[in-house]
């Protein structure tokens, strides 16, 4: 039994949140209760959270030594061996296999955005990660892979069911680097000097550099989050602007209070606030998108 935990904390089961996005083309392209859409979009989730589990064991081999560094990873499966890498890999190989084989059942526009999150994050794995900005990017750009899936994940004549809305990419994608800047700047805050050791890219890192960043980050975010709403073809969305806005804020105090919720966004819902804010705006979308 305590195999199979280790195994459990190994594959990260509370990062799966990130894949939730796939569901965003069928809330907002008005088919969410649409049984054939929602059972295949939650098809996909399982295949995204397959895949994602892949690419967090492969990450954690690699970075293994630093984990046993780091004051907080240290406690990770493979960083105090509490599995050996070729049992890991066994693992990872097995979840990538159920992961496609749900994906070629689905669609083959699926399959290549699985296929284009193992290749990016591989390649943040073994390069990109050290690269400061780009590692931001390439996880923005997964962010983005993610919420795309959910429009192709649904075929009709071969043809996506739902189209693929470029306000869909943007926000995405900015809500991704805001997430991500988030996370450099908290971690500098929390491992000050050391920073470098335990991570090489927090060295390019200056506090001037990702506080501009953030400036840059909340603003994209804010600006498209707006002009979506302002030219959505559901006009009443434009009264969500003020929660949205609350819980970018509400998460941004969080950064500079040096919460941990920053280094670990999967706590996001140990604050009420910025759970009750959420739970507020997906209602208010519900109701906007398919009531009014």
Not at 95 to 104: G, H, N, P, R, Y
Not at 248 to 253: D, N
Not at 257 to 281: E, V
């Amino acid at each position: 039994m305590q195999k199979l935990a280790d195994i459990v904390e190994l594959i990260r089961p509370y990062q799966w949140y990130k894949n939730l996005v796939i569901f965003l083309p069928i809330i907002f392209g008005g088919v969410l209760f649409d049984f054939n859409a929602f059972s295949k979009t939650v098809l996909g989730l399982v295949s995204l959270c397959c895949v994602s589990s892949f690419n967090y064991v492969i990450n954690d081999i690699m970075d293994k030594d630093y984990d046993k560094n780091h004051p907080e990873k240290k406690t990770r499966p493979l960083a105090c061996n509490k599995i050996k890498i070729g049992e890991a890999l066994i693992v990872a190989f097995l979840l990538l296999l159920i992961s496609l084989a749900i994906a070629l059942s689905l669609s083959r526009y699926f399959v290549l955005c699985i296929l284009a999150l193992v290749v990016l994050t591989q390649l943040y794995t073994f390069y990109f990660k050290n690269e400061v900005i780009l590692d931001i990017i390439l996880i923005a750009l997964n962010f983005v892979i993610r919420s795309v899936s959910g429009a192709v994940v649904i075929l009709t004549n071969n043809k996506p069911y739902i189209s693929i809305s470029s306000w869909l990419i943007l926000c995405t994608f900015f809500l991704s680097l805001f997430i991500s800047v988030g996370k450099r700047e908290s971690d500098l805050i929390f491992l000050g000097k050391n920073a470098k050791k335990h991570k090489e890219v927090l060295g390019y890192y200056r506090g001037s550099l990702t506080q501009a960043m953030m400036i840059i980050t909340t603003s994209s975010l804010i600006i498209s989050y707006s002009l979506y709403s302002f030219l959505s073809v559901y006009k009443s969305i434009i009264l969500t602007l003020p929660i949205a806005m609350y819980a970018i804020f509400r998460y941004l105090f969080l950064i500079y209070q040096g919460s941990d919720i920053a280094r670990h966004p999967h706590k996001i819902f140990n604050d009420k606030k910025i759970t009750l804010s959420a739970c507020i705006w997906v209602l208010f979308i519900v109701i906007l998108v398919y009531l009014v």
